[in-house]
């Protein structure tokens, strides 16, 4: 799941310069350190989350933030929805 993620990052946000493998899964996705994203980048993930996995998010919480830190915690946060993709 998590390579899967690290692809869809790339390709969703066109990050031509990195591979999978530039992306560790427990850095941080957002803000100065890590990857680098912006609140603009999350909207484009999660376009790309709602299409490929079917995943909606509602209200963005403080765990929803927490969940979209790292590929790690983004992968168990799409493992822990239900399979219908209704979201919590």
């Avoid at 560790?24 to 996705?29: I, N, Q, T, V």
């Avoid at 803000?31 to 909606?56: F, P, Q, W």
């Amino acid at each position: 799941m998590e390579a899967e993620l690290k692809r869809l990052i790339i390709s969703a946000l066109k990050l031509e310069d990195l591979s999978p493998e530039d992306i560790a899964s427990d850095e941080a996705l957002f803000g100065e350190s890590g990857l680098g994203l912006d609140s603009i980048d999350a909207l484009e993930l999660g376009v790309a989350l709602r299409k490929t996995y079917g995943l909606k998010v509602e209200t963005v919480t403080d765990e929803v933030r927490a969940s979209f830190a790292t590929v790690a915690s983004l992968a168990r946060f799409i493992a822990a929805q239900p399979e219908s993709g209704d979201g919590p």
